[in-house]
């Protein structure tokens, strides 16, 4: 009678490694055909990223040539220079104004000043020639102290100061709360 008792678990357990070998196999199949289909995926994503990658090459090249198009052209047609007039800025801003100081612009400080005058922008024209995403991206580059500066009217304030329209920079900057509308 023993013999029965020891022969029922080795057949269970001979039955059991059997179908774990088979089960494995199987899903060892399985696998070979997973990795294929994940490399397969990953040499498309690799393709399509130097595809995008030749793209973008190309865009920054049209971007540059036009850019220095646009800046050629605007070079050009940019008047030399409008004669400043101290006087007539401070009878209508009530205080003394250096030319092309950017701080009288609504929203600019010292600091803001320095930050883009580090950028390149050194005057009124300068300014008021800079898109507001340039200026935000300067503002930005400075830290979180400036990024929360809004910059959209300082290039219009700035081309009133350049063009000498003191009044109506005034004006304006009465209806301004820290350069913005």
């Not at 190309?58 to 008047?79: C, G, M, N, V, Y």
Request: charged content about 20%; some cysteine; overall charge negative.
């Amino acid at each position: 009678m023993n013999i029965p008792c020891i022969l029922i678990p080795v057949l269970v357990g001979l039955i059991c490694g059997i179908l774990g070998y088979l089960l494995g196999k199987m899903n060892s199949k399985n696998d070979d055909s997973l990795a294929l289909s994940l490399q397969a995926d990953l040499d498309a994503c690799k393709a399509n990223t130097k595809n995008l990658n030749a793209r973008i090459s190309t865009l920054e090249a049209d971007l540059a040539a036009k850019s220095k198009i646009t800046t050629q052209s605007f070079t050009a047609a940019a008047p030399s220079s409008i004669a400043f007039d101290s006087a007539g800025a401070a009878n209508y801003l009530g205080k003394k104004i250096k030319e092309n100081d950017l701080k009288i612009v609504e929203g600019i400080g010292p600091k803001i000043e320095a930050l883009l005058n580090n950028a390149g922008i050194n005057s009124w024209y300068d300014l008021a020639e800079a898109s507001t995403e340039k200026l935000q991206s300067i503002l930005d580059a400075g830290g979180e102290n400036y990024a929360i500066h809004n910059p959209s009217t300082w290039p219009k304030q700035a081309l009133l100061a350049y063009q000498g329209k003191w009044q109506e920079l005034k004006d304006w900057q009465q209806n301004l709360l820290g350069g913005k509308e």
